[in-house]
């Protein structure tokens, strides 16, 4: 009986072991052909790859709104699909696209709630990077914090021909840290202004043609993990500074320091340049809708503000979430998060076009293989451009 029975399960195991290869085969067979409109869904390492019948996120002609279809048509093909990438991120953040080759390279992006910074790789590979990404002490400790990890991951330009490391904002540090890409340890960039810690650096962008690494310092890292909805950030107890502040720092100095560059704004969040680097772009995160903005500051020849403009509100958007991440494109189109997607922008603060996602949208980039990545919610997201 017991002989029978051992091969009875093994004559089982051999069966679903052979119906599960059919299956990835299968689904091997299908990506291949182009049959597919998303990749094989991810979940997080170690867990099943599902490649299930995946077809767009959302009907073609509800995801990419054109309003002005001739700009829109020179970004996207008429019959482009949304494709997920990977899901189950339990809070998708700061994607950066590190350049390997011309048109090579993977995707950094952080789960800021899961203290983790992933790598992403075509044809569809997923692994952590590094872990701890954020939050560097005790679990017990980051497990206190609401976004304990890693947020905004800046890729060097001037770093050539390749980069040797990106630069993290870590929220539960509460600094702005390089991360070497090679031996994946952090070293402390700036973590004080003026002898007070920061309130959690957010998201960064350099400044074209500098060394000047610019970033944005919201309280929202301070949260706690308990009840996060019935605190006040501006009157936190582990604030240090009153301002939530728009600094910069050369992080080619010797010693670098922090300049306070922007000290008017309560949530400041999404940074990005003009290509010529004579305009700095600030999306303005709020809880009242009629308060999210999207503002644009021309710079003086030393990189300093001279004037602030309004650029666009996003009083009047539906959906879920809120103004966040940004970028900009070679030709200055502005692709920033929104309630409800991505907004697309002329220079002029004409809104071209818009891609719903869905749900709440954090962050975006252009990755050099000629796609714009997503980071949406529980989800990573990519449209294929013609850029």
Known sequence: EKEDTGFAMRESGALFYALGLACLVAAVVLYSSGDLRRTAVLAKPGLTLKPEPPGPLFPLEKVIERFDKSIMDRLFEPDVAVEVLVEDVLWCEGPAWVP???RTGYLLFSDVRDNTMYKWQAPNSLSIFVSPSGHLGSTADAAALLEPGSNGIVVPPHEQPYPQRVFVMQHGERRVAALDLRTREFTNVVSEFQGMRFNSPNDGAFRPNTTYLYFSDPPYGLQSSAQPEKEDLDRHAARQLAQAGVYRVDVAAATPVAELVVSSLARPNGLGFSPDGRRLYVGVSASAPEH????????????????????????????????????????????????????????????????RTGTKTGNVVLGGDGHLYIAANHRLLRVRTRL
């Open 292 to 355: 999210r903005r999207w503002l644009a500051y021309t710079l003086d020849s030393r990189g300093l503000v001279q004037e602030e403009s309004l650029f666009a509100s996003a009083a009047g958007l539906p959906g879920p979430g809120n103004v966040d991440g940004l970028c900009v494109g070679a030709d200055g189109l502005l692709l920033a998060t929104a309630p409800g997607g991505v907004q697309i922008m002329t220079p002029g603060g004409e809104v071209v076009g818009f891609i």
């Open 100 to 102: 390997t080759g011309a």
